[in-house]
């Protein structure tokens, strides 16, 4: 077979004619944006699945947990709430979150103004030191916690778990202040000074309330990251204070039912209605 070639450089560009006209980049970039899609879909769906996965559990029938469920009940739900042991550990996670959202929403505004409106040496260093409690590994602050605590006897204290639970907290609000903080004129707040306001006025009435959806946001996730808990709740818990992390944990242990599952099912559910309130705060643009 014999090739001819006078007539290649003829061929070969017109061949890359065909390939660079409008229409097959057009067709080449959509192939590309449904592969990302598709890919970017498969991967959400497997991080999902085991949540998807955890809701037919709550409901099935049997006294084990399988999948599929065989048969659909609500009976381990009503289980739930009517065990005394749940509901004591859930009214106890339930008291320190919203007390640890209070402590650390208000510590944490404030180490946010120390930062973007303070003047104050190695800022930074500060900064990440504050974010430290979301960088270390938290069975390492558990372990260390239990080690203060134990000579204190605040393992399994409402106190013990506050402090605990505000040291955990706090990252997030700082993360989430800070950036509200920042993008709140700083000209506003030099305006109601120099119209004899004090700092504190200035704060509450100029300040505040242009940062007040970040607030809000960042009381959600301090609270979620307080109910949520459960590895350093696992070092500091006793038989006399119990989270919910911790009974789910004794549970898993010694008695594997659905009603584990249908715990589970409301913990997510009451994750996913916060997160949706924090998506709605987020949304609205603050007042000029």
Not at 62 to 67: A, L, N, S, Y
Not at 253 to 264: G, K, Q, R, Y
Request: hydrophobic residues 55%; neutral net charge.
């Amino acid at each position: 077979m014999s090739i001819d070639h006078a007539q290649m450089p003829g061929r070969i560009p017109a061949v890359m004619g065909i390939f660079a006209s409008p229409t097959i980049r057009g067709y080449s970039r959509a192939a590309g944006i449904i592969a990302i899609g598709a890919g970017i879909g498969c991967i959400l769906f497997f991080l999902l699945l085991p949540t998807l996965i955890v809701l037919p559990m709550s409901l099935s029938e049997t006294d084990h947990i399988e999948f599929p469920p065989q048969g659909l009940t609500l009976k381990w739900y009503s289980a739930y709430f009517n065990d005394p042991d749940w509901m004591a550990a859930t009214w106890f996670s339930l008291k320190i979150a919203l007390a640890t959202t209070a402590t650390a929403t208000v510590v944490g505004i404030m180490a946010a103004l120390a930062i973007v409106r303070g003047c104050l040496p190695f800022r930074s260093t500060l900064q990440a030191l504050a974010l430290g409690p979301m960088i270390v590994p938290h069975i390492i602050l558990g372990v260390a916690l239990y080690l203060a605590f134990s000579p204190l006897q605040l393992t399994g204290s409402f106190f013990g778990f506050l402090i605990a639970h505000t040291v955990l907290a706090i990252p997030y609000v700082i993360i989430t202040v800070t950036a509200s903080l920042q993008r709140v004129d700083p000209t506003l707040e030099l305006a109601a000074l120099n119209c004899g306001a004090t700092r504190l006025q200035a704060f509450f009435l100029v300040v505040l309330p242009n940062i007040v959806p970040g607030v809000a946001a960042a009381a959600v996730f301090a609270f979620l990251a307080s109910f949520d808990e459960a590895t350093v709740a696992f070092f500091i818990s006793d038989i006399g204070g119990k989270s919910i992390g911790r009974k789910m944990f004794e549970d898993i242990d010694f008695n594997l039912t659905p009603v584990i599952a249908a715990v589970s099912t409301v913990l997510v559910a009451t994750s996913l209605l916060l997160m949706g309130t924090v998506h709605l705060l987020n949304a609205r643009k603050p007042r000029s």
